[in-house]
């Protein structure tokens, strides 16, 4: 048996603990694996988290799309492990049936740097997978380090889909 079979066997490790406060801001996609509801974002894609007035995590994803248009997705994230915060459970069903438990994905924080200027994002499946980062030209030694990573915890990343940023 492979080691990348192996770990898609075992459960998905994730960081010991995240602080939300810090977490919470502007990200920027630096990779991903392929996503249906990504396919039409073609560049300048950005996460950015606050805090709800239910204190929960809000989403707000923007990406350019081809024509330069933006496209805009609000979510709501739930805690499911606090207060460790590593795994959150993402919605992004309308608003006012978001509360049901159906329809969230999993948002696991595998690995972030102390200084929680990179993250790597994935859920279980390994189907899904993120790299991003506060700036949108991070080191590009750091950005492989985190992919090496992930291939450690089962993720193929022949596939990944690298986010062209065009901010400064």
């Not at 894609?45 to 081809?66: F, H, K, P, S």
């Not at 978001?98 to 200084?115: E, V």
């Amino acid at each position: 048996m492979s080691s990348s079979l192996y770990a898609q066997d075992r459960s998905l490790p994730t960081v010991p603990r995240v602080e939300l406060d810090k977490y919470l801001g502007l990200w920027y996609e630096i990779a991903r694996k392929p996503l249906f509801y990504q396919k039409d974002c073609h560049k300048n894609v950005t996460a950015r988290y606050t805090i709800n007035e239910y204190g929960n995590v809000e989403v707000d994803n923007r990406c350019l799309n081809r024509e330069g248009n933006e496209l805009r997705s609000l979510g709501e994230g739930f805690v499911s492990n606090a207060p460790y915060n590593s795994k959150i459970k993402v919605s992004f069903l309308p608003e006012t049936i978001r509360w049901m438990p159906f329809g969230r994905g999993d948002y696991w924080i595998l690995k972030i740097d102390p200084q929680y200027q990179m993250a790597l994002v994935g859920e279980p499946k390994r189907k899904y997978l993120w790299v991003l980062s506060r700036t949108p030209h991070p080191d590009e030694q750091k950005v492989t380090e985190y992919l090496r990573y992930a291939q450690t915890l089962g993720f193929s990343i022949k596939d990944l889909v690298r986010s062209e940023q065009t901010q400064p």
